[in-house]
Nanobody, 118 residues
Framework: QVQLVESGGGLVQPGGSLRLSCAAS????????MGWYRQAPGKQRELVAT???????NYADSVKGRFTISRENNKNTVYLQMNSLKPEDTAVYYC????????????WGQGTQVTVSS
């Protein structure tokens, strides 16, 4: 089993920045891709960004150029640096992890709220 704990959410004004962290623990052997997803009220959960163990990244078009995903494998931690935040970025952000050779994420964190408002 793998446990994921997110932190770093909060209230920020439009144009501001936040950095989310996701600390993973447990049986990390075979964990390859980790990602960030978000879900706004009344909307479906959507992909924000993913990062593979080798460092390759993928971003949703809506966050490209504003968000950066990174990971420290020796610390089992993934980060999401969010800059130039917009009100439409308001959502609960979830960290997820999946094992090599699978297409679905097996592990999810509890989520952290990000609110962008003046």
């Amino acid at each position: 089993q793998v446990q994921l704990v997110e932190s770093g959410g909060g209230l920020v004004q439009p144009g501001g920045s936040l950095r989310l962290s996701c600390a993973a623990s447990g049986s990390m052997f075979g964990i390859d891709t980790m990602g960030w997803y978000r879900q706004a009220p009344g909307k479906q959960r959507e992909l924000v960004a993913t990062i593979a163990s080798g460092g390759s990244t993928n971003y949703a078009d809506s966050v490209k150029g504003r968000f950066t995903i990174s990971r420290e494998n020796n610390k089992n931690t993934v980060y999401l640096q969010m800059n130039s935040l917009k009100p439409e970025d308001t959502a609960v952000y979830y960290c997820a992890a999946r094992r090599t050779g699978t297409t679905q994420y097996q592990y999810w964190g509890q989520g952290t709220q990000v609110t962008v408002s003046s």
